[in-house]
């Protein structure tokens, strides 16, 4: 099996590789309509230990955080601003961390700086913390459910959405983004959510669109399966750059999945 080519995602999506262009202007368009932003919130001494956070017109009913993905080495908070749309509108305010990116960090570093970030942002906003993740992201905040990872408002967290998760990063050895990820034996078992028995059994609701990569979908299966914790919704219709846009929408079904 060539697993390049089973984890590549731009390839096989039509016009793939202009989503990103397409996110940064959806992103900055929405920062430019909606002016109620705190931007550039400090959880750390690093540069890119920053959050910025999206607040409704109302007192905010909880706190809903975005964590972005990129195979943890690429993209930043203010590539996604957009998503905070439908949570916003629901009057949740909508954290959006960056995080140190590989090969400055590794992975497991990663899964601690974004812990801190979820701490930081609740320590700003009262409620209910509702936790979603995009491919990478999906990864992270499942990896909040563990109980290895140091997370003081754990008991807060009312919904994990992994969506299009990586579980188990065990096949990413094989990739050649290893070269930069430097996942070995040790820290793919440890970071490997799908594989982890020590959790909180927060309610989770794994995402993935039908029209995916199979590897995808089995990372999403495999997570679903191995969680009782955890519902399995395959969105119809839907790849890996185009299942996250329903977060914009108030209405769709992924918000009302999300906040429930």
Same mark, same amino acid.
Request: no cysteine; net charge negative; hydrophobic share 50%.
């Given at each position: 099996m060539n697993f390049d080519i089973a984890? !590549?995602?731009?390839?096989f999506i039509p016009n793939g590789k202009d989503f990103p262009t397409k996110w940064q202007k959806m992103a900055a368009d929405f920062r430019r309509t909606h002016k109620n932003l705190r931007l550039d919130v400090a959880y750390?001494?690093?540069? !890119?230990?920053r959050f910025d956070l999206v607040l409704p017109e109302t007192p905010p009913k909880? @706190?809903?955080?975005?964590?972005h993905g990129g195979y943890w080495m690429a993209f930043g908070r203010r590539d996604w601003t957009h998503l905070a749309a439908g949570a916003v509108a629901r009057g949740y305010a909508v954290a959006l961390p960056s995080y140190p990116l590989a090969p400055e960090a590794r992975i497991g570093e990663i899964t601690k700086a974004v812990a801190s970030a979820i701490d !930081? !942002?609740? $320590?700003?906003?009262?409620?209910?913390?509702?936790? @979603?993740?995009? $491919?990478?992201?999906?990864?992270?905040?499942?990896?909040m459910n563990c109980l290895d990872v140091d997370l003081a408002c754990r008991d807060r967290i009312a919904r994990i959405m992994p969506i299009s998760p990586l579980s188990d990063l065990h096949p990413l050895m094989q990739t050649t983004m290893n070269e930069t990820l430097h996942i070995d034996e040790a820290e793919a078992q440890a970071e490997s959510s799908a594989l982890n028995d020590g959790r909180a059994g927060i309610p989770t609701t794994v995402w993935v669109g039908a029209d995916e990569r199979p590897a995808f979908l089995d990372q999403a299966r495999?997570?679903? @399966?191995a969680w009782p914790e955890a519902d399995l919704v395959?969105?119809?219709?839907?790849?890996?750059?185009?299942?996250?846009?329903?977060l914009s929408d108030?209405?769709?079904?992924?918000?009302?999945?999300l906040l429930c």
């Open positions: 984890y !590549a995602n731009a390839d750390g001494e690093e540069d !890119a230990k909880g @706190l809903a955080a975005f964590v !930081a !942002a609740a $320590s700003v906003v009262a409620g209910p913390i509702y936790l @979603l993740g995009h $491919s990478a992201g999906g990864h992270l905040v499942a990896r495999d997570l679903a @399966l395959i969105a119809p219709d839907r790849h890996h750059f185009d299942v996250i846009e329903p108030p209405d769709s079904d992924m918000n009302a999945a």
